[in-house]
């Protein structure tokens, strides 16, 4: 059994998340989550909603509410989602907690301390007509090294390089497309050169692994040659007060230097709600632990660089030497999991354009486990991926339905037809054993590949298993033994069935955890097989206001192994566990989209 940690994209609270976002973080870390608690290891799954920088204050004003306002409601808004779409999480908390500042600001010093923040005088944008900052991603202009126009101040996508806005050729504000002032203001900047072998160190190691994905290691790695040090406070009076400059309200930690610390704080705030303030380091001091971060590949600098080099700089581990801080030394990251994008009927994802599908329509019309099956069949692991309403129409109709519903669905219809509870299985034969070994085969091919983060292939794996069991059926035809003397082998093909579902069921709970607590149900069993999160309204432990998190018990899921079917268990005529969707449905969501039906 390995202690794994496994820290999830923290969503930002400027608005609701749309599909796009939980195919990269959300279903990913789930399923692998799921699995690896069902396989014996000791999982901590750990996020929140993140609700600092100038982004939520241009919302807020947009919405004539404070910041904090904007906060609330859209974290309440995403914990319900999120919840809806059934992530595992221990804890889903939030950056506004007074746990998370205090332990950012402990960061924060410990990385000063061991000589890693360097105060310097820069250049900051300011937008000619309110006087407020103006965030590094929120200007635009042509990139300086490869010549794309739309990089942002922080970092251009098509060449992944990072950027400072000065360095933008004919920079604009992304608000009203003015032209942003330049002004001279004093930040602290994390000295990543003075950290940069230590994380080159670090990369090569992950790469001699072969576990990371090649186009994440590549795009680290190549980020180092350009490494420089990078501003971790800004001009603006809505996020974490800078330890030291207490009398400079205008002036915060950056939104991205808290953010990542909040995969810690959330494990010493999920520690202090168990009773066991210091149980955290289990899974973040011991090296023997495991870690993996989930996110979109527009997260990767954050996760392979910036967060290590905070966890290196707290260590004392760079250049300057140094020691641990008051969190002893943190372990990096095992792998950085990011997946490629997903786009929507061709277009890429834009609320602003109404090109968007929010994870709470999608579930208010659809069941969780249909979103869930498109996500880990056909999401954008390892490269990016079409979401359209045909293909979401075909796959749950198709697969979903016409193949694993339809399975579940015929199995206990016979069974209550025939017996009325699970029969004892008689002498088999060939085709009865060569089934139940194939399905059984299964734990280890999908735990693999679910451990190696193929989810896609996993659950193609797990299909192709209901594919045979669907054959068996035909094959073995026992809707046709009506006659008493055919009675020992109809019971048998029955309890082969009942087998085979139930082995089938556990293989695919991670990936859809709601209709595995039903297909347990239409065999007539009592067993929680994929216990499901619940939103919890909780008191601040520091003394501020109240806030909802997502947490749950999950040891009540069964072992990733076969289970021997209970024979004598009561079955009644099914009902279908999945919906099967009309084909209007395409064109009804096309038109919400504004899209051509034809």
């Known amino acids: 059994m390995s202690t794994v940690l496994s820290a999830v994209a923290w969503p930002y609270a400027n608005g609701p998340r749309h599909i796009g976002h939980v195919a990269g973080f959300g279903v990913p870390s789930d399923v692998f989550s799921r699995y690896m608690r069902m396989a014996g290891h000791d999982v901590l799954m750990v996020s929140g909603t993140d609700e600092h920088g100038t982004p939520i204050l241009v919302e807020a004003d947009r919405n004539g509410v404070s910041a904090r306002e904007l906060a609330d409601r859209n974290n309440r808004v995403i914990v319900e989602d999120l919840v809806q779409l059934g992530l595992s999480y221990d804890l889903f908390t939030r950056t506004t907690t007074r746990n998370h500042y205090a332990v950012v ?3 924060f010093v410990a990385v000063r301390e061991n000589g890693y923040m360097l105060e310097q005088v820069t250049s900051g944008a300011i937008s000619p007509s309110t006087g407020r900052t103006l965030p590094d991603r929120y200007i635009e202009g042509t990139c300086p090294i490869c010549g794309t126009p739309g990089a942002r101040g922080d970092q ?20 009203n497309g003015e032209t942003p002032e330049f002004v001279e203001t004093t930040h602290y900047f994390l000295d990543l050169p003075a950290l940069a072998s230590e994380l080159g160190r670090w990369l090569d190691e992950r790469e001699a692994t072969g576990l990371w994905r090649p186009n994440v290691i590549r795009f680290s790695q190549n980020i180092l040659e350009d490494i420089r040090p990078r501003a971790m406070t800004r001009d603006i009076d809505w996020g974490i007060p800078v330890p030291g400059w207490e009398d400079q309200p205008t002036k915060r930690l950056y939104v991205w230097f808290d953010a990542v610390i909040g995969y810690l704080s959330a494990s010493v705030e999920w520690a202090r709600r168990q009773g066991d303030p210091e149980l955290w380091r289990k899974w973040w ?9 989930f996110m979109g590949k527009d997260n990767i600098v954050f996760h392979s660089q910036i967060w290590p080099a905070e966890m290196l700089a707290q260590n004392g581990k760079g250049d300057k030497g140094g020691k641990p801080g008051a969190f002893g030394e943190l372990n990096l990251p095992t792998e950085v999991v990011s997946s490629e994008f997903l786009t929507m009927e061709g277009k890429k994802f834009s609320s602003s354009k109404g090109v968007v599908i929010y994870v709470r329509d999608v579930l208010s019309r659809y069941q969780a486990d249909a979103l869930r099956y498109f996500i880990s069949a056909a999401g954008p692991e390892n490269q ?3 979401f359209t309403w045909e293909d979401f129409l075909s796959r749950t109709n198709n697969e979903l339905v016409a193949g694993w519903g339809n399975l579940v669905n015929r199995t206990a219809a016979m069974i209550a037809k025939n017996v009325g509870e699970i029969p004892a299985a008689g002498e088999l034969e060939d085709v009865d054993r060569a089934l139940l070994e194939e399905i059984r085969a299964g734990f280890d091919s999908v735990g693999s590949l679910i451990r190696a983060h193929r989810q896609r292939a996993a659950i193609a794996e797990a299909m192709r298993l209901v594919s045979e069991a669907n054959r068996y059926v035909s094959e073995t035809e026992p809707f046709k033994m009506k006659a008493e003397e055919q009675r020992p082998r109809l019971l048998t093909v029955l309890h082969v069935l009942a087998q085979a579902v139930t082995d ?22 009592d067993r929680v097989i994929a216990p499901l999160p619940r939103m919890e309204e909780v008191e601040d432990l520091d003394g501020g206001p109240s806030y909802p998190i997502i947490t ?47």
């Open 285 to 293: 001091n011991d090296p023997e632990a495991l870690s993996y971060y």
């Open 384 to 386: 990016d991926a079409d």
């Open 552 to 598: 749950g018990d999950y040891s009540d899921a069964p072992a990733w192994a076969h289970h021997p079917v209970a024979v004598g268990a009561p079955v009644a005529k099914p009902t279908p566990v999945f919906t099967k969707l009309d084909p209007t449905i395409v064109s009804e969501e096309l038109e919400r989209l504004g899209l051509d039906p034809a």
């Open 156 to 175: 251009c996508d098509a060449c992944g390089n990072q950027l400072d806005p000065t360095d933008l050729i004919d920079p604009v504000s992304r608000i």
């Open 504 to 525: 089938l069921n556990t293989l695919l709970s991670p990936f859809l955890p709601h209709s595995a607590n039903e297909v347990e149900k239409a065999l007539g069993g």
């Open 105 to 107: 600001q402990e960061m």
